[in-house]
């Protein structure tokens, strides 16, 4: 059934993708970004860490939504490279979240899919926080929200396995209870950007609260991830249902003119420039929230007919998206030559949905 619902996704979305000049040069230009971003590989720590992991998460969508060869030929390659292995930290969600694109191939029936070190890497990951006694959050950045849940999610559906998914909602919970600000409806990156009403907090330069874009892009685009694969009468689906409309809500508001984000979110005249890795993120999640009848297509269908053509506009003629803060994890600059992998991995994911929608 896993198998199957994947390829009739994939088959369907791409029978809409067919027609239209609008959908041609929407693949068109995934398929540059592919090309450029396999002619150039970059290795942070290695091509199994978390950067690899948000980027061939965009393939395996990309490839989910045309079906074409060239996206499944890089997601092959790459995970017979890695040896279908996770990397190393097993107290960090970040190094799983290169398996979200091992189960994608596994679901397609790749006849040497191996998820065993996957399964053993949850499974450790999970003893790690009972084991070591910890008095915060296992999943302590709001980025760990894009690493570990969709992973953990899928693996709870292949395996038919509640208890699983009851331990990502646990998880995400206690992360959530941290770092959600219920008055901006946005997540603090960490505890050191939440405000105590201490003379000590950490402000904008308009006095107002540091939320990251692409902070909050991992989780907007986690929930997408999330809730496509959440059984729909999962106990706590309405929690993850209201988080995504809250975040969605204000994300709206927050779009500049251009039709991007800027990387301080409550600070636009930070960066005289938006910001495509957060604005990418944003735009995959807000699109499949129309495509899933989460939002409002009336209202929210504006957004995305603003931030992909804006985002069309950060990808160079050779197929490089630019415009894309480097790693880190508070708002920073970035310029039209500035890219990383995951940036490209957002665009894809982006492009995956602007392509189902009518």
Request: contains cysteine.
């Amino acid at each position: 059934m896993f198998v199957a619902v994947f390829f009739t996704q994939a088959c369907t979305a791409t029978k809409q993708a067919g027609g239209g000049t609008a959908a041609s040069s929407t693949k068109k230009a995934m398929l540059r970004a592919l090309e450029w971003q396999e002619a150039h590989p970059i290795v942070e720590k290695s091509t199994k860490d978390w950067t690899n992991g948000a980027y061939y998460t965009g393939v395996a969508k990309a490839h989910q939504a045309t079906g074409d060869a060239e996206f499944l030929k890089a997601l092959q390659a790459m995970a017979r490279k890695n040896e279908w292995q996770t990397y190393i930290r097993i107290n960090s969600a970040d190094d799983v979240a290169i398996s979200y694109a091992y189960l994608y191939l596994a679901a397609l029936g790749d006849k040497d899919a191996n998820l065993a070190p996957t399964e053993d890497f949850i499974k450790k990951h999970l003893a790690y926080q009972q084991e070591q006694k910890r008095n915060k959050p296992l999943w302590w950045w709001c980025d760990a929200l894009f690493m570990a849940p969709p992973v953990f999610t899928v693996l709870a559906k292949r395996n038919h396995d509640p208890v699983l998914l009851d331990e990502m909602y646990r998880h995400y919970k206690e992360t959530y209870d941290l770092l959600y600000d219920k008055e901006e409806h946005l997540f603090a990156r960490d505890d050191r950007f939440l405000w105590t009403g201490a003379s000590t907090d950490k402000k904008e330069q308009n006095g107002k609260k540091i939320f990251w874009s692409r902070g909050n892009g991992w989780v907007l685009g986690g929930l997408a991830l999330i809730l496509q694969d959440m059984p729909k009468d999962y106990a706590h689906r309405p929690f993850f249902e209201q988080l995504f409309q809250e975040m969605a809500t204000k994300v709206k508001a927050l779009q500049q003119p251009d039709g991007m984000w800027t990387t301080s979110l409550l600070s636009p005249e930070s960066y005289d420039h938006t910001e495509t890795s957060g604005s990418g993120f944003f735009t995959y999640g807000i699109a499949w929230g129309i495509n899933n009848g989460l939002l409002n297509s009336t209202d929210f269908k504006p957004v995305v007919a603003k931030a992909w053509p804006a985002l069309l506009k950060m990808q160079k003629p050779d197929g490089m998206v630019g415009f894309v803060q480097n790693i880190g994890f508070d708002p920073r600059p970035a310029t039209a030559d500035s890219w990383q992998n995951y940036g490209t991995g957002a665009f894809l994911l982006a492009g995956s949905e602007v392509l189902k929608m009518k």
